[in-house]
């Protein structure tokens, strides 16, 4: 039995443009729609979730999702949205990109349950990369006339921008290789739908259209678009300062992507909660009301920044992150501190002062008064470590110490860090060399 996919994406505020029978379509029965990647990294990003999103609302639903991953796309570079030309990858690269993929992709839909909605993942490479320049123009080229691509607003918005570097033949002829995507996969696999980010609106019903005509007259596809993610305070979602939030705990840590969400405006959040989760409209409009009477528990980014770094994560990589978040913030141990990885520690204490520490040093017994002062500059002299430690002000990872203490291997965090801390907010951190 399938569900009504499109009313649980219209009251997520996930529609932009729906093809008129899309709806209908959908509710008869189990149906095939896919959403493309162009594989120009190993892993995904944020940006990425929306669609991910999609396919696994569509799978809940009842209907079979489509993964497909632009190998062959992704050697061109996608005009819409885009200023300039993007760099083209090499086959090699395209195939280890893919390979990051579709490792993520696996644990964020259901692959291999054996059901007839189990996902599908194809690379549209597999079929591009013995269609012939002569045979694509034949059989593709003159399906679609230069004026009905040139109206579109993709091109149209780089054929008019101000820098003049116009828009290759390359990149010009995108538009009609996602569309001929859409053709394959509707004769192959009887897809019916492609869904993707409203800036696809254009590439997407040249599929619809492609279909139409390069098959007989009952041919009928659908198109779907979601708005595209925005900022209520207009800078673009998915960057911070260090970059893209990426899925890959590698590049971005679990702890930074749960803090990301976490640090989201209120405004924000009320958007998010909808897009980003998949609970249920009651428990979500139960939270935005409980959060709306008391903003500052920050309840709604709370529970934002569990679900999705769940989905994306797992429960234990979420434990782990909130016990990291804590360290900051809470009470925290020695132990605490030691129980994170090296990347997690590096992210909670980033733009905490470092100094490098001979290994030498920490084996003979590096005294506190001189990791204080002279070798470190954390306090400025030897008189004002000791005012410090009679003070009883000075901790070495979390555990206070006084005037005779010396650290060594022992306080040692992944064997490289000692997290030194003079009152409540002023820390510094030992690194061993």
């Not at 990425?48 to 993964?67: D, E, K, S, Y």
């Not at 079929?127 to 230069?146: E, H, L, N, P, Y």
């Not at 040093?361 to 000791?386: Q, T, V, Y």
């Amino acid at each position: 039995m399938v569900r009504n996919f499109v009313e649980e994406l219209r009251w997520r505020g996930m529609i932009h443009d729906i093809m008129p029978g899309t709806e209908e379509q959908l509710n008869k029965g189990t149906t095939s729609a896919y959403v493309g990647i162009d594989p120009t990294a190993d892993s995904l990003h944020i940006g990425h979730l929306v669609g991910v999103m999609m396919l696994r609302h569509f799978q809940l639903a009842g209907h079979r999702p489509i993964v497909l991953v632009g190998g062959a796309t992704g050697m061109i570079g996608d005009p819409s949205m885009k200023s300039e030309e993007r760099n083209l990858l090499d086959e090699e690269t395209l195939e280890k990109n893919i390979e990051g993929l579709k490792k993520q992709l696996s644990k964020l839909l259901d692959f291999n349950s054996g059901k007839p909605n189990a996902a599908l993942m194809v690379n549209n490479y597999d079929w591009m990369k013995d269609f012939s320049f002569i045979t694509f123009a034949r059989d593709v080229g003159k399906r679609i006339t230069v004026n009905y691509m040139m109206a579109k607003d993709s091109v149209k918005k780089r054929l008019s921008a101000e820098s003049g570097s116009g828009m290759s033949f390359t990149e010009f002829t995108y538009q009609l290789i996602q569309g001929y995507d859409f053709y394959h996969l509707y004769k192959t696999y009887d897809c019916l739908l492609q869904m993707g980010g409203s800036d696809q609106w254009g590439n997407i019903t040249t599929g619809t259209e492609l279909i139409r005509r390069m098959s007989d007259d009952s041919a009928k596809a659908y198109a779907l678009t979601c708005p595209l993610i925005t900022k209520a305070d207009g800078s673009k979602f998915g960057k911070t300062e260090g970059g893209n939030v990426w899925l890959d705990p590698e590049r971005t840590s679990p702890y930074k992507f749960y803090q990301f969400w976490l640090n989201t405006s209120d405004e924000d959040a009320e958007k998010y909660i909808r897009i980003f989760t998949f609970l249920d409209r009651e428990t979500i409009e139960a939270l935005i009301a409980g959060h709306r009477e008391a903003p500052h528990l920050r309840e709604l980014q709370k529970r934002l920044a569990e679900e999705i770094t769940v989905f994306v994560h797992g429960r234990e990589a979420l434990e782990k992150a909130i016990q990291a978040s804590g360290i900051l913030f809470g009470k925290s141990s020695s132990e605490d501190l030691k129980a994170l990885d090296e990347q997690t520690f590096l992210d909670v204490f980033d733009g905490v002062p470092q100094a490098e520490i001979a290994a030498s040093d920490i084996e003979a017994g590096l005294d506190i008064i001189g990791a204080l002062s002279e070798k470190s500059g954390f306090l400025k002299s030897n008189g004002e470590a000791r005012r410090a430690l009679k003070e009883n002000s000075i901790s070495v990872n979390r555990e206070k110490v006084g005037e005779g203490y010396a650290i060594t291997g022992k306080d040692l965090i992944n064997n490289r860090f000692v997290l030194l801390q003079r009152g409540k907010k002023n820390y510094f951190v030992l690194v061993k060399g």
